[in-house]
Nanobody, 118 residues
Framework: VHLVESGGGLVLAGGSLRLSCAASGSTNSINGIAWYRQAPGKKRELLATISSTGRADVADSLKGRVTISRDNANYTVYLQMNSLKPEDTAVYSC?????????????WGQGTQVTVSS
């Protein structure tokens, strides 16, 4: 499974971005997709997940500002982020959890940089 993120960039505080995670390859082996972010000097943070059946979960700290969705036709998962703050600045990456495989064998995308200026 190959994942490619897009949609990052520079945005003013209060603005919005929609990140995309496009999956290719053996997409029928994907159990679910998760979005993470990591800011310099900080631990990786789980933001949201969506399962192969469409069940979506968002981290409590982001509920109300972030939604996760998917386009089954293109096997693309989106992360919509609103009311962005400078502390949202980070590299955002998606991760595919694969059926029948330990979590360490999942697939990561290359990441996309999000920078929020005040």
């Amino acid at each position: 499974v190959h994942l490619v993120e897009s949609g990052g960039g520079l945005v003013l505080a209060g603005g919005s971005l929609r990140l995309s995670c496009a999956a290719s390859g053996s997409t029928n082996s994907i159990n679910g997709i998760a979005w993470y972010r990591q800011a310099p000097g900080k631990k990786r943070e789980l933001l949201a997940t969506i399962s192969s059946t469409g069940r979506a979960d968002v981290a409590d700290s982001l509920k109300g500002r972030v939604t996760i969705s998917r386009d089954n036709a293109n096997y693309t998962v989106y992360l919509q982020m609103n009311s962005l703050k400078p502390e949202d600045t980070a590299v955002y990456s998606c991760f595919a959890d694969l059926k029948g495989m330990p979590i360490e064998r999942g697939s990561w995308g290359q990441g996309t940089q999000v920078t929020v200026s005040s």
